[in-house]
DNA sequence: TCTGGGGTCCTAGGACCC
DNA sequence: TCTGGGGTCCTAGGACCC
């Protein structure tokens, strides 16, 4: 914790909803509501004239509905909100370059690291910011909080929201702090917040009684260290100007639960198509492949598998994501399916005018149906068969087909395999040695 | 006709290695 | 031969954030 109030968070006040309102000027004076308009969908953003009839964010859209029937509701327009999102950053970065994204519409900025700035006069530099960000954008409002620490900065932004500013005086800190509800910190979640109500800890002040051992013991290592400082504000986390994609992801969820294998696995290509291609934007690469489901019931599972090398290849992705599908028992059918990639790493793309068919030249597939393997994998299900003559491959009752791929990607051969043996009803995927 | 999509971080157990 | 500890990687799940 320093001893200036030098770290801003600056929060655009209901951003996507505002963006709406600002290239729509029907919409401007009325509730407008953006989010999934599906029968599943749930509010990202409601403006300030939708909340007062109650409607949040996260919200279920048929809820929304309910509240406030008069509200526009419209599906979001992203470019647009990147491009305003865009306008805001770049102004801020006028200030400092250590600038500190959260997401679209927020963000941390460390005055303190800028060439010129002066404790003093925060209040005028605030002022100039979102002046120019109203004139920047068209006339969206932030919200602002500044402080000595991160922590008191995001929580200070809160208090005059929308269009307001806090400044937390250092040395106030935890006076401010103190009679908060716990959940002002963030981390303390709905699950957070009930373990510390059962030990009668509801403000922030409840929370500096136990010591850090008590906390570590009822919210394990890494929450309880932090909170025991939290709570008294003592934070020195710094701004962090650039942090690395840990992984890339898409998902959705069905109008209608989907049990049919075929449909499911269509979806899982033009995932892996959509995966690979945001990888390769970004000259990233993954090796640990990711097949997320959730149940008609909402029981949600994932499965993975990490492969010997590093790719962005939309055809591996498919076929280890198919693979991870094939050993699931999805017969009452899935609400949602989703295809990740994580354990990222950047390589030096050595082609940079690669296409998606120029990445067919070099591959070699095989496909095989056959009782007895004509190759081998590591972990292939080989036993003993007591009863017959020997060793059975599989089950050992009938034919498996396997897949074999061999794909050139940077920066090396990516060798994958998908063996599918109907009588254990399960699938099995991996690399292999070529 | 309950409950999005895109992320991050943490925990915990087992495998494996030294 | 037995026992133990630590570190790292992998998988799965869960909490949380916007």
Redo the contacts with the bound molecule.
Sequence with gaps: MRSTASIMHLDLDAFFASVEQRDKPSLRGRPVIVG?IG????V?TASYEARVHGVR??M?T?EARARCPHAAFLGGRFDAYREASRIVMERLREETEVIEP??L??AFVDLGAGPTFDPDRVEDIVAAIRADIANLTGGLTASVGVASSKLMAKIASEINKPDGVFVVEPGTEADVLGPMQATVI????????ERLRRVGILTVEDLRSPSEDELVRLL????GRSLHRMARADDDRPVMASRE?????????FEQDISDRVQLEAIIERMARSVSG?LRKNGLSG??VTLKMRHHD?E???????LSNPTDNARILATTARGLLAGEDISNGLR?L?V?VS?LADWVQDDLFATDEDDDVEDEVVEETVTRPTRWYPGMDVHHDDHGDGWVWGSGLGRVTVRFETRWTPPGPVHTFLADDPALGAGHTGTFDA
Excluded: C, I, M, N
């Excluded at 029968?39 to 749930?42: A, L, Q």
């Excluded at 963030?186 to 917040?193: K, S």
């Excluded at 949600?300 to 990490?306: E, G, K, L, V």
């Design positions: 999934g029968p599943r969908g749930v990202a964010s996260a279920r048929a959260l997401s519409d927020e963030p981390g303390v979640g709905p699950a957070t917040a394990g290592q890494s929450s994609t840990k992984s890339v992801s898409v998902e959705d969820t945001r090796r640990t909402f949600t599972h994932t499965r993975s598998t990490t949602l989703g990740g354990g």
